[in-house]
């Protein structure tokens, strides 16, 4: 799906923000990714266009960026940090409990992230990019949990505040 | 006597915990005083008398001279570019994080300030794309920062005009790169480039740039207050004034410290962060980042002083973060989930990078999962002299940034201090992790 | 070694060495002021110029750097690190390919050091190689391999699983990706982006899942594709024509001129069991820089169609049968007296001979207008521009675009027609600097790349340009465009370079000749005349042209000296194509020769051609295959084809250039110019020509342009020889200079593949110099000939008629060549052909909304001639009132339109539905 009317303006102003419009992909991207829940081929060619360039350069740099989900994914992003600091601190087995726990669940994409800087609060994860620090196996599933009950309202799939 | 956090770029968030961020507080603090200030300065004076004279030396993790790196735009070419580094991705650095997220206006000061002595017009702040609440904040203090005049048309009355644009990453560790960075802001792949040219001559869009990181920016607007010359009065030798350590993994009291620069490793992580928890010993530590080669516990009296740690230690302390691992830590796990990091986040612009990550990290996984070979450390070591000649400190490097050097950090690491360990292990053929691993 | 605040020149001069070439990036390397440096490289001094690359220095003086990313003809990227040397004074490791060179600079490319990150980059890059080489058509001539071999390590250490890649997996239909086998240089992503400007391809991912992708949808279509699978220094990409067919070791080779287009890129053919099977671009500086279109590196295939005709036939009972070659040659000539004695040489015509070689040509015309006696004689189709302009305007060169003031494209799309040299009027606008000014009625493959573009409807290309011409020639005021035009020029010195074509069909030939004659009114104006058709120039130069003689001379004024060389000439100026398929239409026209030419397809007005053809006397085809034009032929005799024969070739510039032979023809086909040599013996005049270099010889001894240019010149000369050599004489570089360190077809492969091998530079300087004096004073004076004549100037004074005016309603046809059309050489290529496009009518997003139709919609398209259905869409690079169609694209249909006796065709469009 292409832009909506709406972020199709704001996506116009976000290439005039740029000395050159090539610049404006990343945020581009994002925004297409927020409405629509992934990063579609429809969206990069239409990023294309507005940027002045090819779709396959495009896909080029979008495929560099590991925010950019290039297939449908969950509803709710949980993003488990493994790095260091939360592996010497449990991270590792929220990871592959959460993982467990929604395998089935379509609205849920769990992944396995590198470091999330929020080391002072090891282990970490995100959920559509919120922190949440100090957590077990069993406090993330409850938040994960909250989330899916509308208990919390989660950010967009690439974290803007709906 | 006890040693206490100097707190100078951390001020205001540790006292107003409850809106740091906003621009009411900001203001209430004596916010945008010194561009106040500075708007009537000449651009030169900021340079050399402020920033130059105060010793400032960038807090991304190269520790190079700010006043320095300024002075190497060329002269007479514009437009000129600030691009500010808050892709904070180095493994247990959460120091922008904090910066961006609760004193953003800080950063927002540093960066007009800036632009103002560089005699840019657009600034660019790069933010890592997983900070949303940082960029929310960011993005937020932008729009105040306009509405008050402080960034836009004729600033504060001044002439000097300014725009700010906050830039989202999209998660890529090596956008943190300086020259990564600005491909990235091109619109690229964030591929580091050749040097030369070097971004003071050909930066963004080929035009004259200077690219600083977001605490180097936050201590600017200290810098005209205190004063050039008094802010190089803290911190010891060559290493000026006040940095923001993080301080991680097994210890009581993990967080931001603000110290003076100087003090030791044992003060920062002992005193400050309470030292190992649950009355363990520490195994070793890692001194500034997943970059940096490791320490141990013998080395813990030693300043925070960048110079010394990379001429005695023969590490450095990077990105200011500091991982504390205690005595149940298995040292190539560690070494294995930092390779893990590196092959992932590699660009793969250079061989030796993108090969010799991608191959640390299945030997060191094997060697962590108890399927070593007696042969592996050697291996390694010989290989990866492809991506570090010599394998001696200072690292050289055979790729365009970095990274190359910092994925054999942990390698060499165990090499020097876990040697008989780590070749146990391999000849055991029965090494455990300490810890689960799910992932691989 | 490098100064930070070293800042580069804003202005990038011609002629720039390659660090100062933008990248994607667009950042130049740092250099010193110009001038030259010395610097020593294992242990031995050499010079350079400042700014040049340590591996290409290095190169230059015998040193041999490994690497893979670097390409001399691409901005450095360092991805590699192959190419890692020791240089004094810096710290670690230095990339060759990105440093440029210092004076006092101290390089190790052996020492300890140096092998071992040589070594230690090749076991990396070799971790998760495949190693399929046995199965891999790189096998054999591969740089991995060679590199490893040279530089590499033993054996491998890696015991783990490598890199996993679904392949192959196609990305055009020419190109297959292997993903396993990549080593991720970026040749190939460079080239489409930097040097091609279609970046279909791209890196995706990263780390060591670095992949090269194209986009879901959107192949690889550029025309230059096959470009990337020469230079990539793996198997990564293949070519699907070329895939499996031959062993590297099998092959043989021959260096020759590629003649699908004008601009005759180098090549070096290759064959394996008498069978064509590769064309690999040969780096020449003046001419094509090592790269080649799609088009004409597969257009082999067409020499072993299925379809050649591969003995001669004579209409017996109404059908074409096989016979004799003496038969059929009797049967020829026996047509031809018939006709010269019953209705005198007039009545007799040739056409075409622009697919043929000069010799083909000079033949073709001697025995023409030498021995049949009749000036009817064109190698154009009434698409081109007449010879009298061609031939005489100011030229330039292309190697003169890098340097020009400005550069003028007036009507083609190059892009389409003369692919090659797009990429070099891309480089010189977009790298080089050089302003670049487009005349055209559409936007088109340049225009991105122009500084400024001017539109004008069809029929007005000729005011358009005077007014260009005024504004340039400093006459401003009157018309913004020419003055935007004008202002580019301001505080550039030279030449003004025009490159000009049709770009219009369906507009009179006047239009090009007004536009050509208005611009050359500037004194500082040269010309490239582009069409398309391979050996046009040659043909014309060599006298397949109304009114002219061999070597640019017009029958007036070479009466004396042909009729002293030949016997005798035409008394009087003949018909053009035009003029010939009106005569023959209206039956004056008794015996035809076509000589590979196919006017059923090809001319734009396809009535006059069809009446003509259906109404001519006795047709001789002189041809390799049976067209629409030559089924008709009363008797056909079979040529051999490009590949099949050696020669010389003319290209738009005026280079002359060999085409060599590399396989011998399935059956008994001969060379044009021997079928000409045949007739003439039967109609009583003995050529005595035996081999092609008797006749180069006497090409350079008797026409004027080509003093000088014989067979020795031919074979010794790199970069063949500009007509008339006099002028060029300082272009002339004879023998291999630089002996190529390396015969990898993935590095740019040098000139002189099968020059004369020298033994040392010293003597071919010597030879070369000896060679120069001997051919500026070798004008052959044979005793008691008349003194040579001038070469033929165009002064101009031609002009058009303006058009008529456009009522509300109509279209104004558009009609241009596309590079993979209908001719021959995409229809009997298995791998060309399937390329070709439907026909689509491209109107402006206006006029579709004018019209009232949707984009795929079917419309009924009428003009003045004829009328046609087909399928139209929007296309926002046509401008409103016209209407474009690809010329000769199987099903357009587009010459049922065009009427060759009127200036513009305006085109009724109504919808269908």
């Given at each position: 799906m292409a832009f909506s009317d709406v972020n199709l303006t704001r996506a116009r102003d976000i290439v005039a923000r740029y000395p050159r419009p090539k610049s404006a992909i990343l945020p581009l991207a994002h925004l297409a990714q927020d409405q629509d829940g992934w990063l579609t081929a429809e969206a990069m060619e239409e990023i294309a266009v507005l940027t002045g360039v090819t779709p396959a350069e495009v896909q080029g740099t979008c495929s560099f960026y590991t925010m950019f989900k290039r297939r449908p994914c969950g509803s709710l992003l949980v993003s488990v940090c493994t790095n260091v600091t939360c592996l010497v601190t449990g991270g590792p087995a929220i990871l592959r409990h959460l993982t467990e726990r929604y395998g089935d669940d379509d609205d849920v994409t769990v992944e396995e992230v590198e470091c999330l800087a929020a080391c002072g609060g090891a282990p970490a994860l995100q959920v559509n990019y919120e922190y949440h620090e100090q957590l077990t196996p069993e406090i993330a599933e409850a938040l994960v949990d909250d989330y899916k009950a509308g208990r919390r309202t989660p950010r967009t799939i690439s974290g803007a505040q709906r | 006597m006890a040693v206490t956090e100097t707190r100078i770029v951390t001020n205001r968030l540790r006292e107003f915990t409850e809106d740091s961020w906003t621009i009411d507080r900001y203001l209430a603090t004596g916010g945008y005083d010194m561009l106040r200030q500075a708007l009537t300065m000449q651009?030169?004076?900021?340079?050399?008398?402020?920033?130059?004279?105060?010793?400032?030396?960038?807090?991304?993790?190269?520790?190079?001279?700010?006043?320095?790196?300024?002075?190497?735009?060329?002269?007479?070419?514009?437009?000129?570019?600030?691009?500010?580094?808050?892709?904070?991705?180095?493994?247990?650095?959460?120091?922008?994080?904090?910066?961006?997220?609760?004193?953003?206006?800080?950063?927002?000061?540093?960066?007009?300030?800036?632009?103002?002595?560089?005699?840019?017009?657009?600034?660019?702040?790069?933010?890592?794309?997983?900070?949303a609440l940082g960029i929310e904040r960011l993005e937020q203090a932008v729009a105040d920062a306009y509405a008050k005049g402080f960034i836009g048309k004729n600033i504060l009355g001044s002439g000097f005009d300014l725009e700010v644009v906050v830039h989202r990453g999209a998660g890529a560790y090596i956008a943190g790169d300086e020259t990564g960075l600005l491909s990235s802001l091109e619109g690229e792949r964030a591929m580091p480039r050749i040097k030369p040219p070097f971004p003071a001559v050909q930066g963004l869009y080929a035009k004259p740039t200077v690219v600083n990181n977001v605490e180097t920016m936050s201590t600017v607007p200290h810098i005209l207050r205190m004063g050039g010359e008094e802010y190089a009065k803290l911190g010891v030798g060559r290493s000026t004034g006040t940095r923001i350590f993080s301080v991680s993994g097994h210890v009581a009291r993990p967080g931001n410290y603000e110290v003076e620069l100087g003090i030791t490793f044992r003060q920062l992580i002992d005193e400050l962060a309470g030292g190992v928890r649950g009355g363990k010993q520490m195994k070793f530590f890692i001194p500034g980042g997943a970059s940096a080669p490791w320490l141990m516990p013998e080395h813990l009296d030693a300043p925070l002083d960048m110079d010394y740690v990379g001429s005695e230690l023969k590490t450095m302390l990077g990105s200011g973060a500091i991982m504390v691992f205690d005595e149940d830590t298995n040292p190539a796990l560690i070494a294995w989930r930092l390779l893990k990091f590196f092959a992932h986040e590699s660009c793969g612009k250079c061989t030796p990078c993108r090969e010799g990550s991608m191959w640390l990290e299945k030997v060191l996984f094997r060697i962590s999962h108890g399927l070593g070979r007696p042969q592996d450390l050697d291996m390694m070591l010989s290989f990866g002299s492809t991506i570090v000649p010599g394998l001696n400190a200072p690292f050289s490097q055979t790729t365009i940034c970095a990274m190359g050097p910092s994925t054999m950090s942990a390698v060499v690491s165990l090499d020097r201090f876990f040697r008989e360990e780590i070749l146990e292990m391999c000849n055991a053929g029965a090494a455990r992790p300490t810890i689960p691993v799910t992932s691989a | 070694m490098t100064d930070v605040n070293d800042v580069p020149k804003v202005e990038r001069p011609p002629g720039v060495p390659m660090s100062q070439w933008p990248s994607a990036y667009e950042y130049v390397l740092p250099t010193g002021a110009p001038g030259t440096v010395t610097l020593t490289i294992d242990g031995r001094e050499v010079k350079a110029q400042t700014g040049d690359l340590l591996i290409k220095v290095a190169q230059d003086h015998g040193t041999y750097i490994p690497r893979f990313c670097y390409h001399e003809r691409m901005k450095p990227v360092g991805m590699c690190r192959m190419c890692l040397v020791e240089v004094e004074g810096m710290r670690g490791m230095q990339i060759s390919c990105a440093t440029v060179v210092a004076d006092g600079m101290v390089v190790h490319t052996q020492s300890d050091a140096a092998r071992q990150a040589q070594d230690g980059v090749l076991e990396l890059l070799l971790i998760n190689h495949p190693l399929d080489c046995p199965v891999c058509d790189r096998g054999g001539e591969c740089p991995l391999q060679d590199t490893t071999l040279a530089?590499?390590?033993?054996?491998?250490?890696?015991?783990?699983?490598?890199?996993?890649?679904?392949?192959?997996?196609?990305?055009?239909?020419?190109?297959?990706?292997?993903?396993?086998?990549?080593?991720?240089?970026?040749?190939?992503?460079?080239?489409?982006?930097?040097?091609?400007?279609?970046?279909?391809?791209?890196?995706?991912?990263?780390?060591?899942?670095?992949?090269?992708?194209t986009f879901p949808g959107d192949p690889f279509t550029s025309y230059f594709s096959g470009n990337t699978v020469q230079i990539c220094p793996v198997g990564a990409l293949t070519a699907t024509p070329y895939r499996f067919r031959a062993r590297p070791w099998d092959l043989s080779a021959v260096e020759t001129s590629c003649t699908t287009c004008s601009v005759h890129c180098?090549?070096?053919?290759?064959?394996?069991?008498?069978?064509?099977?590769?064309?690999?671009?040969?780096?020449?500086?003046?001419?094509?820089?090592?790269?080649?279109?799609?088009?004409?590196?597969?257009?082999?295939?067409?020499?072993?169609?299925?379809?050649?005709?591969?003995?001669?036939?004579?209409?017996?009972?109404?059908?074409?049968?096989?016979?004799?070659?003496?038969?059929?040659?009797?049967?020829?000539?026996?047509?031809?007296?018939?006709?010269?004695?019953?209705?005198?040489?007039?009545?007799?015509?040739?056409?075409?001979?622009?697919?043929?070689?000069?010799?083909?040509?000079?033949?073709?015309?001697?025995?023409?207008?030498?021995v049949v006696g009749t000036d009817n004689v064109d190698a154009q189709l009434g698409d081109g521009i007449p010879a009298e302009v061609a031939l005489g305007l100011p030229e330039a060169t292309i190697a003169d675009l890098d340097r020009a003031a400005a550069i003028v494209v007036v009507g083609l799309d190059l892009k389409e027609e003369v692919p090659v040299l797009y990429l070099r009027v891309k480089r010189a606008a977009e790298e080089l600097g050089v302003p670049l000014i487009e005349l055209a009625p559409r936007d088109q493959g340049l225009t991105r790349y122009a500084s400024t573009s001017i539109r004008s409807l069809p029929g007005?290309?000729?005011?358009?340009?005077?007014?260009?011409?005024?504004?340039?020639?400093?006459?401003?005021?009157?018309?913004?465009?020419?003055?935007?035009?004008?202002?580019?020029?301001?505080?550039?010195?030279?030449?003004?370079?025009?490159?000009?074509?049709?770009?219009?069909?369906?507009?009179?030939?006047?239009?090009?000749?007004?536009?050509?004659?208005?611009?050359?009114?500037?004194?500082?104006?040269?010309?490239?005349?582009?069409?398309?058709?391979?050996?046009?120039?040659?043909?014309?130069d060599l006298g397949l042209a109304p009114g002219f003689l061999p070597g640019r001379v017009t029958l007036d004024a070479g009466r004396e000296w042909f009729g002293h060389a030949w016997g005798s000439v035409p008394a009087t100026v003949g018909l053009d194509a035009e003029g010939i398929l009106r005569a023959a239409e209206q039956g004056r026209i008794h015996a035809l020769m076509l000589l590979g030419t196919d006017p059923h397809d090809d001319c734009p007005d396809h009535a006059l051609a069809e009446g003509a053809l259906n109404a001519a006397g006795f047709t001789i085809a002189i041809d390799a295959f049976v067209t629409d034009s030559t089924k008709r032929a009363d008797v056909f005799l079979p040529v051999t084809m490009w590949g099949e024969k050696a020669g010389s070739v003319t290209n738009l510039e005026g280079r002359v250039q060999r085409v060599g032979q590399k396989?011998?023809?399935?059956?008994?086909?001969?060379?044009?110019?021997?079928?000409?040599?045949?007739?003439?013996?039967?109609?009583?005049?003995?050529?005595?020509?035996?081999?092609?270099?008797?006749?180069?010889?006497?090409?350079?001894?008797?026409?004027?342009?080509?003093?000088?240019?014989?067979?020795?010149?031919?074979?010794?000369?790199?970069?063949?020889?500009?007509?008339?050599?006099?002028?060029?004489?300082d272009e002339l570089v004879l023998g291999p200079v630089s002996i190529p360190l390396t015969d990898a077809r993935w590095e740019p492969i040098r000139p002189g593949l099968d020059a004369v091998e020298l033994e040392?530079?010293?003597?071919?300087?010597?030879?070369?110099?000896?060679?120069?004096?001997?051919?500026?004073?070798?004008?052959?004076?044979?005793?008691?000939?008349?003194?040579?004549?001038?070469?033929?100037?165009?002064t101009g004074g031609v002009t058009d008629t303006a058009p008529p005016a456009r009522d509300a309603y109509a279209l104004r046809l558009v009609t241009g060549r596309t590079l993979y059309d209908g001719g021959i050489t995409v229809a009997a290529s298995d791998s060309l052909s399937e390329l070709v496009a439907d026909p689509v009518l491209l109107i402006s997003p206006q006029d579709r909304d004018r019209i009232g139709v949707e984009d795929g919609a079917e419309v009924r398209v009428t003009s003045a001639r004829g009328s046609l259905t087909l399928a139209v869409r929007a296309d926002a690079a046509i401008g409103t009132g016209t209407a474009y169609l690809p010329f000769n694209l199987p099903g357009s249909g587009v010459s049922d339109l065009v009427d060759l006796s009127t200036a513009v065709t305006d085109l009724r469009v109504e919808s269908l539905s």
């Open positions: - | 651009p030169v004076q900021i340079q050399d008398e402020q920033v130059k004279a105060s010793g400032l030396r960038g807090r991304g993790g190269a520790g190079f001279g700010t006043g320095q790196k300024w002075s190497f735009l060329p002269k007479g070419i514009y437009p000129r570019y600030l691009a500010v580094n808050g892709d904070e991705g180095e493994p247990s650095t959460f120091k922008d994080h904090m910066l961006i997220e609760r004193d953003p206006h800080q950063i927002i000061e540093g960066v007009v300030i800036s632009a103002f002595a560089i005699e840019a017009h657009i600034a660019f702040i790069y933010v890592r794309g997983e900070f | 530089f590499g390590p033993g054996e491998s250490r890696f015991v783990e699983e490598k890199r996993h890649w679904e392949k192959p997996i196609p990305i055009s239909e020419l190109v297959l990706l292997d993903r396993e086998r990549c080593i991720q240089c970026g040749r190939c992503t460079r080239f489409a982006d930097e040097i091609a400007g279609d970046a279909l391809i791209a890196f995706g991912s990263r780390g060591a899942h670095t992949e090269v992708i180098r090549g070096a053919l290759e064959s394996s069991s008498n069978r064509l099977v590769r064309l690999l671009g040969v780096d020449s500086e003046p001419v094509n820089h090592g790269w080649l279109c799609d088009k004409g590196r597969f257009g082999y295939e067409v020499v072993h169609s299925e379809d050649r005709v591969r003995h001669p036939m004579v209409r017996k009972n109404g059908e074409l049968v096989e016979c004799s070659w003496p038969e059929a040659l009797d049967v020829a000539a026996e047509g031809l007296k018939r006709a010269l004695e019953l209705n005198g040489p007039k009545s007799v015509a040739l056409l075409g001979g622009a697919r043929g070689t000069n010799e083909d040509a000079y033949v073709w015309a001697r025995f023409a207008k030498g007005e290309q000729g005011e358009t340009a005077r007014r260009l011409a005024d504004a340039l020639g400093g006459a401003r005021g009157t018309d913004a465009g020419a003055d935007a035009a004008a202002a580019l020029l301001e505080g550039r010195a030279g030449d003004i370079v025009v490159v000009l074509g049709r770009g219009d069909l369906a507009e009179s030939a006047a239009s090009t000749v007004r536009a050509a004659t208005e611009l050359a009114r500037l004194p500082q104006a040269r010309f490239i005349v582009a069409l398309r058709r391979g050996n046009v120039r040659g043909a014309m396989v011998s023809p399935d059956g008994t086909a001969m060379p044009d110019w021997r079928i000409a040599a045949e007739l003439a013996l039967r109609l009583g005049v003995d050529f005595d020509l035996e081999q092609p270099e008797e006749v180069q010889d006497e090409i350079a001894r008797v026409a004027p342009a080509y003093t000088g240019i014989d067979s020795t010149l031919l074979r010794r000369a790199r970069d063949g020889a500009v007509a008339p050599v006099a002028d060029h004489r040392d530079a010293k003597t071919a300087n010597d030879e070369a110099d000896a060679l120069r004096a001997d051919r500026l004073t070798s004008v052959a004076q044979s005793a008691g000939a008349p003194p040579a004549p001038a070469l033929h100037r165009f």
